[in-house]
């Protein structure tokens, strides 16, 4: 916050410092003659000039002279000198280009103090912790229950159902209200076809959390299987008003809907 606030007020001066002559300027300065009033006025000249030595009263050599000169400042523009920049341009690029600085230097080795071991500064999220690796650590620490749902999750992403099942149960040996360790084992037992075992976990859940959404989803996809409908279409209304953002809501709302037809409620 204090780093905005620092650029904000950096780059509101600067562009103050930028605009105010501008807004000083009572008027804008007039633009310069053209080309062809310089023109206009050496014609003028040149006809005083002739009418002088007509006139005698100046000298030929002079007059051949002057006449050069007329035609010359006539057809010959001056150059123009570029402006160099102004100082109030430098201070400018200056100041910002230092408050860039400031916040790169402040921000970057806190940004890169922040991060977990092993992300990377753009903040990149590493790499989870292996199979191998939580199995050595359960083995160190039987009794770590964070560690062993881990493990039971990568059991699973490797379709090892039976040994995710294996550390499902070691955990309600540790915690038998685990909630976690419940759903997961509720849903390998749906997996395998055991729906009573299934049900009887997601009870046990609904008893802990009335309004589990992975609990509602699991109870209503055993009810659906046994063709109770009319049950199904109960769970599932509650189910569709807590897990708006639960995975499973797409499928759900489409076999709710297909269960109250066939339940004709």
């Not at 014609?43 to 051949?64: H, K, M, N, Q, Y």
């Not at 400042?73 to 230092?98: E, H, N, Q, Y």
């Not at 199904?232 to 499928?251: I, K």
């Not at 109250?260 to 409620?265: C, N």
Request: hydrophobic share 45%; aromatic share 6%; glycine share 8%.
């Amino acid at each position: 916050m204090s780093e905005a606030l620092v650029l904000i007020l950096g780059l509101v001066g600067g562009g103050w410092l930028a605009l105010r002559p501008l807004l000083g300027r009572s008027r804008w300065p007039a633009e310069p003659p053209a080309e062809r009033d310089d023109v206009a006025r050496a014609v003028s000249s040149l006809r005083d000039l002739e009418f002088a030595r007509a006139a005698g009263t100046i000298d030929a050599a002079d007059e051949a002279v002057l006449r050069d000169r007329i035609a010359a400042s006539a057809f010959t523009r001056p150059d123009r000198a570029t402006g160099a920049a102004p100082v109030r341009t430098f201070v400018v690029a200056a100041l910002i280009a230092g408050i860039i600085a400031v916040l790169v230097v402040a921000l970057l080795p806190a940004s890169a103090g922040d991060r977990a071991p092993g992300e990377t500064i753009t903040g990149t999220l590493p790499i989870g912790p292996t199979t191998a690796s939580l199995e050595a650590k359960v083995r160190a620490s039987p009794n770590d229950v964070p560690t062993r749902l881990a493990l039971a999750e990568a059991y699973e992403d490797e379709d090892r159902a039976s040994d995710a099942a294996d550390q499902y149960r070691a955990v309600l040996a540790l915690d038998g209200e685990n909630v976690p360790a419940l759903n997961g084992l509720g849903l390998l037992l749906f997996r395998s076809g055991s729906s009573e075992g299934a049900l009887l976990a997601a009870d046990r859940v609904l008893m802990l959390r009335p309004r589990d959404a992975d609990a509602l989803f699991l109870k209503g996809l055993v009810l659906y299987t046994q063709k109770k409908y009319a049950d199904a279409v109960t769970v599932w209304s509650l189910y569709l008003e807590v897990g708006e953002f639960h995975p499973a809501s797409p499928m759900v709302r489409q076999l709710y809907e297909d269960a109250k037809q066939k339940s004709g409620t």
